[in-house]
């Protein structure tokens, strides 16, 4: 790798540790191939993504960033999960390390606040943004599908007497 693409990678990685909700931090070593491209499909489905990248270039490139506290977890075979919904990232490596106990989750960072491991599994117990908003919205049309189920109760009321009337007439 010659200088021009060393600098191109600490450009993705900084643009990476900006725009990121959270970024996870984790060793794979031992990781097959299969493993780890299982990984990224599920992250991807989850609209994460996982990178791996020299632990050099990615503390050069954390240097001034929100999240620079996880440089001290960048040693070893380290892979980064990150996300822009804050919960993602965290939620799925979270899930993998759990099934495959090859992947061991270093901490992370959450825009300025560093993460332990205990941090990690508390963010990815949080629900998702897609399941706040879903939450949200539910809580704000329930009162209009009760107010439209009241408004429309008077009227089946009166439809089914008439109809038991004219039942009974004839």
Do not use: W
């Not at 996880?70 to 759990?98: N, R």
Request: glycine fraction near 8%; charge should be negative; hydrophobic fraction near 45%.
């Amino acid at each position: 790798m010659d200088r021009a693409q060393k600098e191109k990678l600490v450009d993705e990685l900084g643009q990476i540790f900006e725009s990121s909700g959270v970024v996870v931090v984790s060793h794979y070593e031992g990781l097959t191939v299969a493993e780890m491209q299982d990984l990224r499909a599920k992250m991807r489905e989850a609209g994460g993504s996982v990178r791996v990248a020299k632990n050099r270039l990615a503390k050069i490139a954390l240097e001034g960033k929100p999240c620079d506290s996880i440089a001290d977890l960048l040693t070893g075979m380290t892979v980064l999960a990150y996300s822009e919904d804050p919960v993602a990232a965290a939620k799925v490596i979270e899930a993998y390390s759990k099934e495959n106990d090859k992947l061991v989750i270093l901490g992370g960072a959450m825009g300025e606040n560093a993460l332990d491991v205990a941090g990690v599994k508390a963010v990815a117990a949080m629900p998702s943004r897609d399941e706040l908003i879903a939450s949200i919205v539910g809580c704000i049309g329930a009162p209009a599908a009760n107010i439209a189920g009241a408004i429309g109760a008077p009227a089946s009321n009166i439809a089914s007497i008439l109809s038991t009337i004219e039942e009974k007439a004839a």
